[in-house]
């Protein structure tokens, strides 16, 4: 007998989406708006709140990014949509019971954890990754554990010039006055108010030119009320592989970055307690240290060579010199963490994939059934919205494969089989309806200490208040 057409009204789609960043908000979205798809999205999530790096990664003074989640809640909104917080893959559920459940599963996990700076000394107590500091002061319940000892430092140094490291020069160059009244932990306006941080010294591997952040990042630092940016104008000195590559196509935000560079070190620096420092064609080569500690940072001055599309390289000169500091921040990317019972390509830390299509291991055959979006699919780039084409384009080919797919008819009983499941494992599951009712009551809290939200950052606590406003409702 034949089966019933997949994605028709008769045997809509059943799609898993495991993680619930941005990429799996834009996938579920990118589903419901196939035309002729009848489709249904179910969003896991370990953590018991959605949202991803929107939460747990976008600086607290950026308010205007993290309003995106807006457009999440319309998503979620759409009756094929059932959200459950507080379940792991690999813990509470498998691979091969999401392949059993679902026709088609979506992997949004992103870059869960950190690239190594890969040099001596890295060990140190006082050497953190960018990713363990934001994390810590968005109150992710992962990087709770982290002591950063901020009442010692006088200078701290953050290796890599993206966005992240303009966010963790920020937070630690603000005042904390401002920061309280965002949606930063309690603990980390405390502390940040015992910092002793004076400077922050910014290293960049390339040059001027070829700095990752974005001009309105940089800005953002100029314009502390708090503090001086300091850009010393030998850091941004003309130099021919950069002015060849300027002058044959680079990308226009590196002339956007260069400009503000070069008008900001034309004026005189301003007088401020603290301050941030620009450095470039430098690289970290080892992590000094005394009695476990950081006391220092050794870096190698690099010159530019270009590549043989003109794209400037970094070369060491073999020219070294030392930076006394207390902490080291490196903010060198993002990386990718294996699923169980999921192929992963340790190389790019990402889920092997072709087009979206997730392959058995890196250049082999396609896993049948099985995509990924955003980070884990291409590594940590782009900004937030990037994952929208990005997840559009996996869903392309997910309903091409679909074809002339066909299924069996869906049991009576069929919605009821995941939270059927997980309550029989004792998995207390978060939906989208409590974390609205939660959601509320971070706000409620915040208002009540003068700021956006109070956060919790123990997923046990999260809980506990969730199944209390439960109880209030019942």
Not at 282 to 302: H, T, Y
Request: aromatic letters at 6%; hydrophobic letters at 45%; glycine letters at 10%.
């Amino acid at each position: 007998m034949a089966g019933l057409p997949l994605g028709s009204p008769s045997r809509p789609l059943r799609v898993a989406i495991v993680g619930s960043g941005p990429s799996a908000f834009y996938a579920a979205e990118a589903l419901f708006k196939v035309g002729g798809l009848s489709c249904r999205c179910d969003v896991f999530d370990r953590l018991p709140t959605p949202y991803g790096l929107v939460r747990g990664g976008v600086a607290p003074d950026h308010q205007k990014i993290k309003a995106v989640v807006k457009v999440y809640e319309k998503i979620a909104a759409d009756a094929g949509f059932r959200f459950f917080g507080n379940v792991r893959v690999g813990r509470d559920l498998s691979v091969a019971e999401l392949e059993r459940l679902y026709d088609r599963v979506i992997w949004a996990v992103g870059n869960e954890s950190d690239r190594k700076l890969g040099i001596p000394g890295e060990e140190l107590a006082g050497v953190h990754s960018a990713t363990a500091f934001v994390g810590w002061y968005n109150g992710h319940p992962d990087h709770q554990s982290h002591r950063f000892d901020l009442e010692r430092t006088r200078r701290a140094v953050v290796v890599g010039n993206g966005n992240v490291a303009m966010d963790v020069t920020r937070v630690l160059l603000q005042d904390p006055d401002v920061l309280a009244t965002t949606d930063i932990t309690e603990e980390a306006v405390a502390l940040l108010r015992r910092s002793g941080v004076q400077e922050v010294v910014l290293l960049g591997r390339r040059g001027a030119a070829q700095a990752a952040f974005s001009t309105k990042e940089i800005e953002e630092i100029a314009e502390l009320g708090s503090a001086a940016l300091e850009v010393p104008a030998a850091e941004i000195a003309n130099d021919p592989v950069s002015e060849a590559w300027l002058a044959s196509g680079a990308p226009r935000a590196a002339l956007r970055n260069l400009e503000f560079l070069r008008e900001h070190a034309a004026k005189p620096l301003r007088a401020a307690k603290r301050r941030a420092r620009t450095l470039f064609c430098a690289s970290p080569v080892e992590v000094l240290g005394e009695a476990g500690r950081v006391r220092g940072i050794r870096v190698e001055r690099n010159a530019l060579v270009p590549e043989a599309d003109g794209t400037p390289r970094a070369k060491g000169t073999k020219t070294f010199f030392e930076i006394d500091c207390e902490l080291v921040l490196a903010a060198v990317g993002y990386r990718g963490v294996p699923v169980p019972g999921l192929p992963f390509d340790e190389r790019s830390g990402t889920i092997p994939n072709s087009e979206g299509r997730v392959l058995v291991a890196a250049g082999g055959g396609v896993l049948p059934r099985h995509y990924v979006v955003g980070w884990a699919k291409r590594g940590p780039s782009g900004l937030i919205g990037t994952n929208s084409p990005d997840s559009k384009a996996t869903v392309e080919a997910l309903v091409a494969d679909l074809a002339t797919a066909n299924a069996e008819a869906l049991p009576a009983e069929e919605l009821e089989a995941m939270p059927r499941l997980l309550g029989a494992r004792g998995v207390d599951f978060v939906s989208f309806a409590d974390w609205k009712l939660y959601d509320a009551w971070e706000q409620l809290e915040g208002k009540r200490r003068n700021k956006v939200r109070h956060k919790l950052s123990d997923p046990a606590a999260i809980l506990a208040v969730i199944r209390e406003i439960r109880g209030a409702g019942a």
